[in-house]
């Protein structure tokens, strides 16, 4: 099958029966619900742009089971280059779109268990890696979007999974059968869980052998049997729902999106099964998973920047502000720190090692440090955006106001910045800022910088781990002349 | 008259027919407004905590106009003492609302306005001081809420107000009458505009010759004829239209509030002018009111900031994750920057330096610094609430969902954290979390923090004229022996 | 007797037989010493300045005990206004030397033995205070020099003083005679210890009855049997050894000091001794002193990143480069960083409250708040300096060069800035800035600034313990509506 | 000829009759001087490791012009491969000297050269690009450590080459003549001056028509007729003198060395011009050494700070402090930031690009990003350096103490720190710290971090210049929904 257009994307969604709920109800159509519409359309360009040859080269590659070509988020890295050009990618759609994208998630669980089901393999002669390409074949031929989901909803944060007081805190086997397993649980905060056609689930911690039932990696589509999706509210996402929403909404067609993904006493047969009690393994496929996805901040996260960037240089141009050399100096600030988030993806794909499996990781201690950055620098570069876009921002009046036939005209002249530019384009790009540091695109670029892919104390944990302080302790011992 | 209640206070609202539009439409009861409604509540705490003995020596003060007790926010500064007080009194309401209380403005602009026109009737011989005396023993007689109101829409920034395009871009003078004056124009980001019952006029910058009829103060009943204003939207403003209306808001009951006030062809009396054409005292009155606000935002942030510390603590609580090394450390840095703050606030006050008319006035390089620092700290206080929080504070599902029949039983199974807390009052710090992080609070504790009192460039000009570089460099060339 | 002069003071010191060790050699004549005559000189400077009438409000105070005119640095708090007085007389004697004037810790010992002495008599029937009173008397009447001194050596930072291997890694009583008390050990670090009169020595740390051997404190003179010092080496300190020393030096004249003193079997007759076993008061009196310490350097640093600040602003005078934007917006920087110190420095002096015993305690949560920023801040300030300075202050040749009758006119050629000034005075303020960054004032600036008065996390323990968390948590409760 | 040993390298100095100056006197045996041969030592590194299969790979490479092994400080980039192995290389002899090795200066130059001078022959027909490659295959052949000298001493930085008071502010033709240029001038801060076989001259900033006499590049050995070398005195050099050299000096072995390089009408061949007035082409030839240099900085900076977060640990160890949980946080953050320096020097190499004359150019923004955030970063490590190692490193007796008859023993005595460890190897790796915290080894770490490759504010310069605003704004634009 060919590369799908995002239209032909959008359309594979209305024939799923994605089960939905939003503000409490069911949702019948979710693919023209308008405030989930605009992260569809996120999606979606993903599909479009590997059509267009400017980027075919970003977005598409050969895959290494099939030959064909496939779209870039359903590959397996086949070397450095590949996962530079992952980064590159990320980048790119993130300058498309200004937000989460939402297929990251996949292609880094694509990534994470192909090489781990090898492993798992070889030390257990289970058959997981053939059971996962012969998944991921059909996901690339059918050029799918799935949900990579990890994250449990974990209760009580001082507990192992089998300590917590309600069982089903971390997704986990209830029963074995001869077909397959029942599985039981829900994944937390599951971005793009609804626009995904399938979900390929992985357990959230490294685990001992009381957690055992907790070890669990499978596949399912969306609308299985028993699976439903609650949508999570984001900040001002009900402007999408206002009469003409436009203006107000900052960034009118694209977003993010994250969900609760419950599965109530789900089936899975066992040629989508890719990890089953094998605990020992599940802190490799969460690592391996983690350092990739941490590895993607390093792009995507600076593809908004560059935008946000660009909104502020926009901003100060209308404010007549753009000759001062402060702003002219905290423009290039932000422009720094992005570029160091850029430099921290593409260093940690620079120093990628091929695995057992064959696929390429990350150079782990250098994945970890990319997002430890992103949970700093993005929150600088919106203050400064928030610096030089004015108070203006978040004291304007509405978009209704300014169309109102009373004081329309009294909104328009009093928020006019430099004569030469209509008050309502200054009003579009103070919007479109304060979309990305207060509205809902700052779920994705804020919080999600923060969390996504692991909390800070994360990758502290593995910055430790990684950073090989004895070889340290060792060069300072020798130069220093200790004799010990 | 006594000091007003709350309840008295928002009954006062009632009697003005003070035009207000939102949404593009004239609201005739602003004070039941659900989206202005918080607001004056915040106002209202003002009012209410002055009748409360525990907090007497600072809510009130005895007036040296009268000598009768009047409520601080009506009070000109009689010593050091009286300026840290005023900085305690704001700290205190930020621990009572987690909001902007709007009020500080006025006393602002009282204490500006007194020794500014103390000093312009001594250079011009004008009557400004006893005119603004008066005013202000009616306003502290009646316990009225003032908005000082300074900023000015400024169009085009690399222009003065004289130089603009629209001649109204800064409020000015359009025709002096025997009886009095008219005047034009508009204030943006009027804070607490809407309920105050007056406002009062002051200059936005420092004005030269041509902009002379730019150099203007007066004094106004918000409800005067000529005079509207237009509700600024914030972040989620419309949860508080929602059905049943209550955790989703995060702070049900309090918030902030900014307008744009706008003055077509107002008329006002001679002895409601306090400077007219003045040029070369604009200056100065800006100065002043910046120092006085810049003071206050080292108390009334410090509150907020003292509530969003302890909304963190509590959610870590909840998360089970408070006994976590790093969880600890992050509440002892954020503990730490926001007594920073304090300090600043602190010392300015203890720093102040008696005026000529009187009233003292704060040590104007400490009140930049102190601002000027908090253009920075809550941002880090924001971000590391966001780091203990968790990803969850922007991912739950909405209010809806856990009250749904159909899935609030999962909702509340799935977000539950510790066992022995309900799920709904971890929904509830959280959301309370997500109002001061990126909802409607965040607008008052973030970007007023940013803009509020004078953008950061503001304040890093008066610490360069302020901070006196030339006497540096004689101690540093006496010591290191230079003879010029 | 009247207040000494600084050349007094100088004399008083020849009259001492303390015995000192530089360079594993003693040395006879200490006060004319070229390594240690800068630091007396500095401490010399706070007896001077006493005498000028400019500074006697800053400088002198009355005693509370004979009602004499003493000076400060001899003084009991009585009042907030003394608190601050004290902190704007370490930032004159910062501006006065750019160098640790050490005579501060006896000043914070005295406070603290104060009121803690009053305390323990209070609980345990004891003289400790009628003794301290005496001995401070003595202090006051002669103008002495005190080294209050706290740090043990410490030996394995894991064990208590009582569990280390050797005994003598605290100081301690070995036996307790008719006549008075015997003790042993050492202090480390010891800020001036050579340059005063006696020392005063306190318990370093809280302490369980286990060590209660180690709850001493007690006063003795600098040069009584027993006791002896070993010199600290600083960074560059053998340039004050070279030939015709001075540009290099950077800094001539003044400059600081830290010893090892040592108390081998000192007898200390009960008269003088203020703590004796009585291990639960430990806790208090180093909180008390490391307070006012942690106090001290919200001023004394202060006034040498003043002249830091005017050095590097020299500095850009005279490399031609002082009306780039970013030249004067590091020198923004570094005053908004000094002044956010020094807000710290008065804010907790502004809100001391007074003791059982009737002198002033700073505030403690504040006083730790601002030795925490004292230890980031003038880490960046050097920064900044080092920065504006250009490479060329760690490049330059040495002032043998200079003077060479070969090379020296080649040198003066070739680093001449604006043709204006003189080589030499170049030099000259960039040999200052090295000395306050790279050489032995930066021992004062830099290192001091992090560990004096307690390394950083002492004082984030404090900050744990003062913040009252539970306090902030029931104000996020109450507003986000939780019952529990 | 074959790769030289270290051994062969320092023989080979001797033969150079090089004229120094230490401390206004001609050196006859630089060679041999206690203060200048630990920099010898760091450059000697460079060669021994060549010979080490264990780093051939990363210390050598095939000459594109000869088919040779070279030593890879003589070669070209052929590749990003070349480019990456080339801060790992650095990276690596950081890790081996915890000094500048000197070395790099040349190797940039070498690469920027090439590349500039094919650039200028191709639009001026000129024969620079043959001449550099005649000479560069005899750097090549007799693995010679070059010089690549850039920086002039500037004057006055308000004013260019030409306006400047003294005409030989920056080196400049004083004469053309047929068989070559004559010139004059100097060169400041040279980096291992002394200890190169010769010096390539390169002008320091971009220049105009006026300037033309100034725009010169050419080599010269550093012992040729009129050229000298002004030694420049570091922090704490005279140690090196001290008797018993060693534990005081902290890093006995190695070190880093800056002169002042005098030319004093000196002749230069034809065949040894790179650059001769053609000034359009000044600012190519700066900014590409630039940006290799600030490459560099991501990888010998990196490997200096591998060993100090290291001999950190060590301190803490020694302490007995290595359990405490800030302890452990401050060494990751330490790793964190050392690390992120080592993602932007990969990244800049990985980004590389190949040049018109086939060698590779780095990416220029990432390595102006690399630069800008190495002048920040290494002041962090050392500030944590300084708080875990504690102020006993700045405060300890020399080692002559250490060593007296008379009070050595109490010197181990009080200087132990865990009671397995000895005070002797305690107070090696406090020393070796303060050595790279405030002692010579701080040059390099510091200062020349923050002002080799140019000071910070041209590493901005260049970010904007690079930063592509316009493409930013216009994303912002398009999806705002901006119309202009």
Same mark, same amino acid.
């Given at each position: ?97 200004? /937000? =989460?994208?939402? *297929?990251?998630?996949?292609?880094? !669980? ?7 089901? #090898?492993?798992?393999? &070889? ?111 984001? /900040? =001002?996402?009900? *402007?999408?729902?206002?009469?003409? !929403? ?7 067609? #694209?977003?993010?999106? &994250? ?226």
């Amino acid at each position: 099958m060919a590369l799908m257009t995002g239209e032909q994307y959008i359309e594979s969604l209305r024939k799923l029966k994605t089960k939905v709920y939003v503000f409490g109800e069911r949702v019948e159509n979710f693919v023209d619900h308008p405030i989930i519409r605009p992260s569809i359309n996120s999606v979606a360009m993903t599909y479009d742009l590997a059509h267009d040859p400017e980027y075919a080269e970003l977005m598409t590659a050969t895959s290494n089971l099939t030959g064909n070509t496939v779209n870039r988020f359903c590959h397996l890295h086949q070397s450095t280059d590949d996962l530079i050009k992952k980064v590159k990618m990320q980048r790119l759609l993130g300058n498309k779109t200004a /937000s =989460c994208f939402q *297929r990251c998630v996949g292609m880094d !669980a694509f990534n994470a268990i192909w090489s781990t089901t #090898f492993e798992v393999d &070889e030390k257990y002669g289970t058959t997981y890696h053939a059971n996962f390409r012969k998944y991921l074949e059909f996901v690339q031929e059918n050029d799918l979007t799935i949900d990579g989901a990890m994250t449990d909803p974990k209760g009580d944060r001082g507990l192992s999974p089998s300590q917590q007081a309600d069982p089903d805190m971390y997704v986990h086997i209830v029963e074995k059968r001869e077909d397959g397993i029942v599985v039981r649980g829900a994944k937390a905060h599951q971005t793009g869980s609804i626009n995904s056609h399938e979900h390929l689930i992985m357990p959230t911690i490294a685990m001992k052998e009381d957690d055992k039932a907790y070890a669990v990696s499978f596949a399912i589509p969306s609308d299985a049997e028993g699976v439903f999706m609650i949508y999570g509210r984001q /900040s =001002c996402d009900t *402007r999408k729902l206002e009469d003409q !929403a436009d203006i107000d909404l900052g960034n009118k067609n #694209f977003g993010g999106q &994250e969900a609760l993904v419950v599965f109530d006493n789900v089936f899975i047969p066992w040629e989508r099964v890719f990890l089953c009690e094998e605990y020992d393994f599940a802190g490799m496929m969460v690592e391996r998973f983690a350092g990739y996805h941490r590895q993607s901040y390093g792009g995507c996260k600076v593809g908004v920047g560059d935008v946000l960037i660009g909104a502020a240089a926009v901003a100060a141009d209308y404010n007549g502000a753009n000759k001062a050399s402060h702003i002219k100096d905290k423009l290039i600030e932000m422009t720094h720190l992005n570029e160091t988030l850029y430099c921290c993806g593409i260093a940690c794909s620079a120093e990628g090692k091929k695995t057992k499996a064959g696929n390429y990781m990350i150079d782990m201690l250098l994945a970890n440090v990319c997002k430890q950055n992103v949970t700093r620098f993005p929150y600088e570069i919106t203050r400064l955006a928030e610096d030089i876009a004015g108070g203006v921002m978040v004291t304007m009046p509405s978009a209704a106001d300014f169309r109102s036939p009373e004081i329309g005209d009294v909104c328009k002249k009093y928020f006019q910045g430099v004569a030469s530019v209509s008050t309502e384009n200054r009003v579009r790009i103070l919007r479109f800022i304060e979309n990305m540091c207060l509205g809902s695109s700052a779920v994705g670029y804020r919080t999600e910088s923060m969390h996504g892919a692991g909390s800070p104390q994360a990758q502290r944990i593995m910055i430790a781990r990684q950073g090989n302080l004895e070889a340290k302790k060792a060069l300072a011992k020798k130069i220093a002349g200790i004799v010990e």
